[in-house]
């Protein structure tokens, strides 16, 4: 009789890695179920402050898509994450709370994953029931909107289309965030907003390195 050679961890722990990766095939759109994040490459530099931020389409890891006409005439926040950031961990609950708070006024939030497997972000977002829209840094996204050096990234782009605040670092106050979002964020054109980066400046840690 042939000798049957057990995986590694047994048989209990072969079952707990096929059925992780059966749910995790059955959360995500079908696109998403071998997507890869877009390889390293040189880190853009941060937006600079009036510069007009271009937007592409972006399949949702959840499904769906955001399209750039969803954000005419809309603030716009940008936020490059990773499930395995620590940084991030610690700001991405107040990115969720900002969402909620302001998304019948108009904000829109738009996460865009480094992870190197969509299924990974899935799967961590759905665990920390994060809601707010993300998708995966593709190449093809990656064209339009290059991840700057840092993580976590948070990229603010007023009603007219100008960047407002490009910050790469971690928020340490997070309600402070959610309090400048309703007083500051909807007040007009990023014109109006130019003082944005100085105000969040007493809410951020220092970027990571």
């Not at 961990?89 to 900002?98: D, H, I, N, S």
């Not at 302001?102 to 738009?110: D, I, N, S």
Request: charged share 15%; proline share 9%.
């Amino acid at each position: 009789m042939d000798e049957i050679t057990m995986p590694p961890g047994g048989l209990d722990a072969a079952r707990r890695r096929w059925l992780a990766g059966a749910l995790a095939g059955c959360a995500a759109p079908a696109w998403a179920q071998s997507a890869a994040a877009a390889p390293p490459s040189p880190a853009a530099p941060l937006p600079s402050l009036g510069s007009v931020l271009p937007l592409t389409d972006v399949p949702l890891l959840e499904g769906g898509m955001f399209r750039p006409a969803q954000a005419q005439g809309q603030v716009v926040v940008l936020y490059y994450w990773a499930s395995w950031c620590p940084f991030c961990a610690q700001q991405t609950p107040w990115m969720e709370k900002l969402w909620q708070a302001q998304r019948q006024r108009g904000l829109v939030v738009l996460g865009l994953s480094i992870d190197t497997q969509a299924a990974d972000a899935i799967a961590y977002r759905a665990r920390k029931g994060y809601t707010f829209p993300c998708g995966l840094l593709t190449a093809e996204v990656a064209r339009v909107l290059p991840k700057p050096r840092g993580l976590p990234v948070t990229i603010a782009r007023g009603r007219d289309g100008r960047v407002v605040t490009a910050i790469a670092a971690r928020f340490s106050d997070g309600e402070a965030v959610v309090r400048i979002g309703g007083l500051f964020w909807f007040d007009g054109t990023s014109s109006a907003l130019v003082d944005l980066k100085r105000r969040w400046f007493f809410c951020l840690s220092d970027a990571p390195a």
